[in-house]
């Protein structure tokens, strides 16, 4: 089994930056692509971002390309999310997960979900 625990969400005006941040229990992360995905209440889970094993390959929905930067620490089992010009639009909860398999951009493609942490932006 593997834990995830994102971390790094609040409040912030619009305009501003978050970093999240997604510690990995476990001797596998190293070898497993990511992604974080979001959620507001009522509302389906919404791909973010991905990135492979090695950070070298990174795949953004079209909604945060150019304001949203993932990477990842192996050495620390860690996953990064850099949330840049935040919007209120951009105020849901996020989650990393662990990607298994197809496509990456939907939910039922990734197991080991984390508790989500709140990221709530003002206008």
């Known amino acids: 089994q593997v834990q995830l625990v994102e971390s790094g969400g609040g409040l912030v005006q619009a305009g501003g930056s978050l970093r999240l941040s997604c510690e990995a229990s476990?001797?596998?992360?190293?070898?497993?692509?990511m992604g974080w995905f979001r959620q507001a209440p009522g509302k389906e889970r919404e791909f973010v971002a991905f990135?492979?094993?090695?950070?070298?390959?990174?795949y953004y929905a079209d909604s945060v390309k150019g304001r949203f930067t993932i990477s990842r620490n192996n050495a620390k089992n860690t996953v990064y999310l850099k949330m840049n010009s935040l919007n209120p639009e951009d105020s849901d909860v996020y989650y990393c997960a662990v990607y298994v398999i197809d496509n990456y951009r939907t939910p039922n493609s990734y197991n080991y979900w984390g508790q989500g942490t709140q990221v709530t932006v003002s206008s």
């Open positions: 990135i492979n094993w090695s950070g070298g390959i990174t």
């Open positions: 476990g001797r596998t992360f190293s070898s497993s692509a």
